[in-house]
């Protein structure tokens, strides 16, 4: 069974950093594909970016390209979301979700079947 749980959100400054974790557990197989969503108050759900297990294709919102890096750690059955230079626009719950199966990589929120509970992250001074 698959299983995804974010954690690592919290209130930083403008200016700082944050670090979100991914922890993605119960695939079948090394074909997956996980995303970082975020949903902002009164704000449709954004995808902010993306990896590919099978290829190792990532994907950036144009948002948050620059500032924000995905990256993994298989020992630990993990993505990471480092988010860098955050602004009050930054300001959401973020969501992992994973696409078990999921050739390539995509922001598009109905391939995924399985997310997590989400993590608030607040820019704020």
């Known amino acids: 069974q698959v299983q995804v749980v974010e954690s690592g959100g919290g209130l930083v400054q403008p200016g700082g950093s944050l670090r979100l974790s991914c922890a993605a557990s119960g695939f079948m197989s090394d074909t997956f594909a996980i995303a970082w969503f975020r949903q902002a108050p009164g704000k449709e759900r954004e995808g902010v970016s993306c990896f590919s297990n099978s290829d190792g294709r990532l994907h950036y919102s144009d948002s948050v390209k620059g500032r924000f890096t995905i990256s993994r750690d298989n020992a630990k059955n993990t993505v990471y979301l480092q988010m860098n230079s955050l602004k009050p626009e930054d300001t959401a719950v973020y969501y992992c979700?994973?696409?078990?199966?999921?050739?390539?990589?995509?922001?598009?929120?109905?391939?995924?079947?399985?997310w997590g509970q989400g993590t608030q992250v607040t820019v704020s001074s």
């Open positions: 979700a994973a696409d078990p199966g999921g050739l390539g990589c995509s922001v598009d929120s109905s391939k995924y079947d399985y």
